[in-house]
T-cell receptor, first 115, second 111 residues
Framework: DGGITQSPKYLFRKEGQNVTLSCEQN?????MYWYRQDPGQGLRLIYY???????QKGDIAEGYSVSREKKESFPLTVTSAQKNPTAFYLC??????????????FGEGSRLTVL | GQQLNQSPQSMFIQEGEDVSMNCTSS?????WLWYKQDPGEGPVLLIA?????ELTSNGRLTAQFGITRKDSFLNISASIPSDVGIYFC???????????FGTGTRLKVLA
């Protein structure tokens, strides 16, 4: 089935440790996104990538890093510099081409808890 | 970062009633998307809108792209218990590929 796969679904981390969240898509989409969601809140953009080997910071990029070496993969690393990393992380990819199209499709999310 | 103003924040309704919610922005958007999210899961796309004034339906759901390009509306007709969840709007400002999300409308349906 086509879609977006995030792993792991649940992750526990000790303070001071880096952790990498995986996001893989087989939709052949060029663009991919990472969002963070806190309880009772909307989604806030961390990083996004329009094409392989290129990515841009979103609104809350501090303490996070990404890479885009392959079209289907966009891993997110939560570093020890992120002060409050406990959250629900959502990966998405964008379908359509051109300025006036584009639907954002999401994975099932990864819940990170810092102990 | 910029967020959309989404209202209402929450609502309790009786089964069978119609529901309306909306999002507004201070800037012009090229795209409006509406999502439903269940607890612990990723948002699921309900409706996508690309042109000012566009009115699109998906079953009992109808959404509109405001003519000013700064707002959008979602209506749910004849609500049923499985409509319970959080509904988010998302918009893409003109000239960017960033998608900005509203704060969500939490819907509870009383049988």
């Amino acid at each position: 089935d086509g879609g977006i796969t995030q792993s792991p679904k649940y992750l526990f981390r000790k303070e001071g440790q880096n952790v990498t969240l995986s996001c893989e898509q087989n939709l052949n989409h060029d663009a991919m996104y990472w969002y963070r969601q806190d309880p009772g809140q909307g989604l806030r953009l961390i990083y996004y990538s329009q094409i392989v080997n290129d990515f841009q910071k979103g609104d809350i990029a501090e303490g996070y890093s990404v890479s885009r070496e392959k079209k289907e993969s966009f891993p997110l690393t939560v570093t020890s510099a992120q002060k409050n990393p406990t959250a629900f992380y959502l990966c998405a990819s964008r379908g359509g081409t051109g300025e006036d199209t584009g639907e954002l499709f999401f994975g099932e999310g990864s819940r990170l808890t810092v102990l | 970062g910029q967020q959309l103003n989404q209202s209402p924040q929450s609502m309790f309704i009786q089964e069978g009633e119609d529901v309306s919610m909306n999002c507004t922005s201070s800037s012009i958007f090229n795209t409006w998307l509406w999502y439903k999210q269940d607890p612990g899961e990723g948002p699921v796309l309900l409706i996508a809108l690309y042109k000012a004034g566009e009115l699109t339906s998906n079953g009992r759901l109808t959404a509109q792209f405001g003519i000013t390009r700064k707002d959008s509306f979602l209506n749910i007709s004849a609500s049923i218990p499985s409509d319970v969840g959080i509904y988010f709007c998302a918009g893409r400002p003109s000239g960017t590929y960033k998608y900005i999300f509203g704060t969500g409308t939490r819907l509870k349906v009383l049988a």
